[in-house]
């Protein structure tokens, strides 16, 4: 079993940043894709950034390409999401996912997701 727990909620003003966290533990694996996607009420989760475990490879939603950074620091099983010039349309729960068993470069499916973390911006 796996463990995500997020952290790093706020409320912030449009054009402000956030860092949110996602520590892992339960288990240790070889390689991995981590992920953090996103979910406004009324609408279905949305993918923002996902990265390999490594940390030499990372993709990310358009929405958030160039104000958004992932990361990763292995030592602390911890992913991170920067958000830059956060906007409105930001808002929502954030959730850390974990695939366990895809290779960078195939289809992830994420066997584990945190309890999210809410992100408001406010204009």
């Known amino acids: 079993q796996v463990q995500l727990v997020e952290s790093g909620a706020g409320l912030v003003q449009a054009g402000g940043s956030l860092r949110l966290s996602c520590a892992a533990s339960g288990r240790t694996f070889s390689y991995y894709i981590m992920g953090w996607f996103r979910q406004v009420p009324g609408k279905g989760r949305e993918f923002v950034a996902a990265?390999?475990?490594?940390?030499?490879?990372?993709t990310y939603a358009d929405s958030v390409k160039g104000r958004f950074t992932i990361s990763i620091d292995n030592a602390k099983n911890t992913v991170y999401l920067q958000m830059n010039s956060l906007k409105p349309e930001d808002t929502g729960v954030y959730y850390c996912a974990a695939d366990l068993s895809t290779a960078w470069g195939s289809p992830p499916k994420y066997d584990y997701w945190g309890q999210g973390t809410q992100v408001t911006v406010s204009s």
């Open positions: 990265i390999s475990w490594s940390g030499g490879s990372s």
